[in-house]
């Protein structure tokens, strides 16, 4: 029997399984990714810092040489030099006094753009006396910002020569990928020292160039990329392998189902060689063992209901010509006594034989169109006399329109036969009996109710059980077996059979297939009825 396709429950292994391997891969990846974002970060951070470090260290000592000219010196001097140096290690400079009060402060680095070099006479060297030497022309640096500075009006006007540090013409000295367009948040403040170690004023270095920043974003993407991959991947591999799982178990789900529903003849096929296929084989042995069993037991019952056929039939002879002979009074009373067991005796063999036929699986079963409401009305009449003797009042509920099903006659009459001998039994003198037909769906429901004495609550559960007995039934007659085959025939023709009862009374309802319509999932019961 081929294995059933359907969408799996989210709470199966199909969906958990794959979402599992998902979030497993989920998390490495993440996992992974912000461990190696952490330590590209904090290894730029380190770069970022060992740069103003270094920067500031080859800056300290031409500052230190303006700081032992401050007298001197005037503050452009001081505010050239801060440009200069901002410009040549790309960061903000500020020249701080020893009471870190700002001397000199080179502005933001994204205002800064040329570095300009003037040739200059200094201007010492032309108050020189006439016959002196010509003094050598020095380099003078400054900076312009984005908005240059209007030349000055005396050429002659006097520059002041700054010193140039040195390890500082290439921002990328420390071999990081610095990014032009960012700056970093540090700063770093260095102290200025003459050579007795007097201080002179402080260094103070900030939005330095950002290193790394393109590439933590860049890797940052692709770990994003990454990890979208392998969480695809991983719930591919996590399908495939759920898939491999449960379709095994679907198999043997499948054919325990079948067991369950009576048939001993099922057996999985799953050829595996793992546990799967070890629990398979162990399944097999263990149904081909249950259906012996269950075969001997069944083939004992019906060979034993079956010889008990001939000493009943003998036993009955000899009673019959026991009564029309000369007995007193007491034997005759004895030998009615005799008759009764020996026909509820006979009831009995010949139930068992009924329920071992309707349990036999592998028979094959006749099945013709069956007009309900006619067979409904050919039961009714053969209890008519003896409705008429209890004074019950016996109704028939049924539509206009008959309703066929497809099924055995013969069964079906058992059936509503059983039900109504039971409302007939246990209803009172002047109770009433109700037989009811009606089309629910994709079924037909045939309800019977009475208003008898009805069936004690702890009792229900146990109804369909073989020679059960509600216990205010022991003073009439029965044998317990009648619902029993009542559910085996409607079961057998793919309906359901349920039983409500109150102290107002007692309702059966059964449900069978209309004609054609063999669909399983819809047993055509109202809710309010016990399934048990």
């Not at 449900?511 to 819809?522: L, P």
Request: glycine residues 6%; charged residues 20%; hydrophobic residues 40%.
């Amino acid at each position: 029997m081929p294995v059933q396709h359907f969408l799996p429950d989210r709470r199966s292994i199909r969906w958990w399984l794959p979402l599992s391997y998902a979030a497993i891969a989920l998390l490495a990846a993440a996992a992974l990714g912000g461990l190696l974002l952490f330590t590209l970060r904090q290894h730029y951070n380190e770069m970022e810092r060992r740069y103003l470090e270094v920067s500031a260290e080859a800056i300290a000592h031409s500052a230190e040489r303006l700081f032992l000219d401050r007298q001197i010196l005037p503050e452009e001097v001081f505010q050239s030099s801060a440009n200069i140096y901002s410009f040549l290690v790309k960061s903000r400079v500020r020249l701080l006094d020893v009471e870190q009060r700002v001397v000199a402060d080179s502005g933001s680095v994204l205002q800064q753009s040329t570095l300009s070099v003037d040739v200059r006479k200094p201007l010492w060297t032309l108050q020189e006396p006439a016959g002196t030497p010509p003094a050598a022309y020095e380099t003078f640096l400054s900076v312009r910002q984005q908005e240059p500075a209007p030349p000055p009006e005396d050429e002659n006007s006097p520059r002041y020569p700054i010193p140039v540090p040195r390890r500082l013409d290439n921002p990328g000295w420390m071999g990081g990928i610095v990014t032009s367009d960012s700056h970093t948040d540090l700063s770093l403040t260095v102290p200025l020292f003459d050579r007795e170690g007097t201080l002179l004023g402080y260094v103070e270095l900030s939005e330095s160039p950002a290193f790394g920043r393109d590439i933590i974003t860049d890797v940052a993407e692709k770990a994003v990329l990454a990890g979208a991959i392998a969480v695809l991947l991983a719930a591919s591999a996590g399908w495939m392998v759920s898939r491999r799982i449960t379709q095994p178990v679907l198999a043997l789900a499948q054919v325990t189902r079948r067991m369950a529903e009576g048939d001993l003849t099922a057996r999985t096929n799953l050829q595996r060689r793992d546990e799967l296929g070890l629990l398979a084989r162990t399944f097999n042995t263990m149904a081909e063992r249950i259906e012996d069993t269950v075969l001997t037991l069944r083939r004992f019952v019906a060979d034993a209901a079956h010889e008990i056929n001939t000493p009943i039939t003998a036993l009955r002879t000899n009673l019959e010509l026991a009564a029309g002979g000369a007995l007193s009074a007491e034997g005759l009373a004895d030998l009615e006594r005799a008759q009764v067991e020996l026909t509820r005796l006979e009831t009995l063999t010949q139930s068992l034989l009924t329920l071992s036929r309707l349990e036999a699986h592998g028979v094959e079963r006749i099945r013709t169109p069956v007009d309900l409401s006619a067979l409904i009305r050919q039961v009714v009449e053969n209890f008519a006399s003896r409705v008429e003797q209890t004074g019950i009042t016996l109704t028939l509920a049924l539509p206009a329109e008959a309703p066929v099903v497809q099924g055995d006659e013969e069964q079906l009459a058992r059936v509503l036969s059983n039900l109504l001998d039971n409302a007939l039994k246990f209803t009172p003198a002047g109770g009433t009996v109700t037989v009811s037909l009606q089309s629910v769906a994709d079924r037909v429901q045939v309800s019977v109710t009475d208003t008898g004495i009805g069936i004690p609550a702890e009792d229900l559960p146990r109804l369909f059980s073989r020679f059960h007995r509600g216990r205010n039934a022991a003073a009439f007659p029965g044998n317990g077996l009648g619902l029993v085959i009542a559910k085996a025939i409607v079961e057998d023709h793919g309906g359901q059979i349920a039983l409500s009862s109150s102290a107002a009374g007692t309702s059966v309802v059964f449900s069978c297939h209309r004609r054609g319509d063999r669909r399983q999932g819809h047993d055509g019961l109202p809710d309010s009825l016990d399934r048990r």
